[in-house]
C-alpha cells in the first residue's frame, strides 16, 4: 500500500513551510504528495462544488493557490524520493503542447517523479474567463491526452483531432520512462470510464469510500471492453479511518481498501496539523512502516 497527502500548494504556498511539509512527508515515508489547480477564481459563480456540502469551494479570491507545476517544481528541488502529482489540473484549460513540454522536463529534471492527475473541470466561470468553451470538454480532454503522449512518445510526432493539430513536431526532453503517468480525477462515471479507457490510474475523491466503490468497477469494465488490463490502473481512495483521532482500527481500514483494489491512499494533510511533524512522524512509524 501506497500513502499519499493531499492539498500540499493550497495548505503551504509559501517556499519555507511547503519545503519542511515535503521533508516531513519524505523523511515519514510518504510516497507521494498531490498539488491542486485553478488558474483563477471567479468572485461570483453558480456553478457547484462537487466535493463541499455548500456546494462553494474551499477558501476565497484572495486564497493563495499557487500554480501547482511551478509549485511541485520547487518542491522537487529540496526532495530526492518523495513523487509529485496534480489532483487535479484543469486539462481542458492548458494548451497540450505546452502542458506536455512542462510536465516532460518537470519529470526528466526531477528524475521521473512527476505524474499527471488531470479532470475536465467544473466551474463555467473559469472557463469562461480563460475563452474556453465548457461543452465538449470531456472530449477535448481526451484529444489533448493523446496530442501530449504523441509529443512524449517519438521526434516528428504528428497529430490531427478536433482540437488540436500539428505535424512534425518535436517536444524535448522527453520524460524520463518514456511518458508521465496519468491518473483520472473525478467522482463521474464519465471519469471512471475515461480512466479504464486512457489512465494510469483512477482517482474519484478524497473521500472516496463505501458510496464511490462501484465506480472502481466501472473503471475496470471500460479498461477490459477497451482492451487493456484492469489490474494495470492504479486504484486510489480516501480512507477517514486513518486520521490522527479516529478510534478505528487503521490495519483494518487498510486491508478493506486493498480488499477493493486500492493501493494508494490519499489523506488530507490538514488532519495532521498543528503538530505536523510529531503527526506525520507517528502515521510513518505506525502505518506506512507496516504496510508500504
Keep these: 500500500m501506497k500513502f ?21 512527508a519524505e523523511a515519514a515515508g510518504f510516497d507521494s504528495v498531490i498539488a491542486v489547480d485553478h488558474v483563477v477564481f471567479p468572485d461570483n459563480y453558480t456553478s457547484t462544488y462537487p466535493y463541499s456540502p455548500t ?24 526532495t530526492t524520493r518523495l513523487r509529485f502529482m496534480t489532483g487535479v489540473i484543469i486539462l481542458p484549460l492548458r494548451n497540450p503542447l505546452v502542458l506536455a513540454k512542462q510536465v516532460a522536463t518537470l519529470d526528466f529534471m526531477s528524475g521521473g517523479r512527476i505524474e499527471l ?14 475563452g474556453v468553451p465548457f461543452a465538449k470538454r470531456g ?17 516528428g510526432a504528428s497529430f490531427k483531432g478536433e482540437f488540436v493539430t500539428f505535424d512534425q ?29 486512457l489512465g494510469q490510474g483512477f482517482f474519484p475523491s478524497i473521500g472516496a469510500t463505501v458510496d464511490t466503490l462501484p465506480l472502481y ?19 486510489l481512495g480516501g480512507c477517514p479511518d486513518l486520521l490522527p483521532g479516529s478510534t478505528k ?18 489523506l488530507p494533510v490538514s488532519a495532521f496539523m498543528p503538530d505536523l511533524e510529531a503527526n506525520l512522524a507517528r502515521f510513518g512509524e505506525t502505518v506506512i512502516g507496516r504496510h508500504s
Design 55 to 78: 456546494g462553494r469551494l474551499f477558501g476565497g479570491p484572495n486564497t493563495p493557490l499557487p500554480d501547482p507545476l511551478i509549485w511541485m517544481s520547487a518542491m522537487a528541488a529540496v
Design 249 to 266: 482500527d487503521p490495519m483494518a481500514a487498510i486491508e478493506e481498501r486493498r480488499k477493493h483494489g486500492i493501493t494508494r491512499l490519499v
Design 117 to 130: 492527475g488531470i479532470g475536465v473541470g467544473w466551474l463555467k466561470e473559469e472557463f469562461e474567463a480563460l
Design 139 to 155: 472530449n477535448r480532454s481526451d484529444e489533448y491526452i493523446a496530442a501530449m503522449r504523441a509529443l512524449w512518445a517519438a521526434d
Design 4 to 24: 499519499t497527502l493531499h492539498f500540499g500548494n493550497n495548505t503551504f504556498p509559501d517556499f519555507a513551510a511547503a519545503a519542511r511539509y515535503v521533508k516531513l
Design 217 to 235: 468497477d466501472v473503471c475496470r469494465r471500460a479498461a477490459a471492453e477497451s482492451g487493456r488490463d484492469p489490474a494495470a490502473i492504479e486504484m
Design 169 to 197: 513536431v518535436s517536444c524535448n526532453p522527453k520524460p524520463i520512462a518514456g511518458a508521465v503517468p496519468i491518473v483520472i480525477g473525478g467522482h463521474s462515471e464519465a471519469a471512471a470510464q475515461r480512466a479504464g479507457r
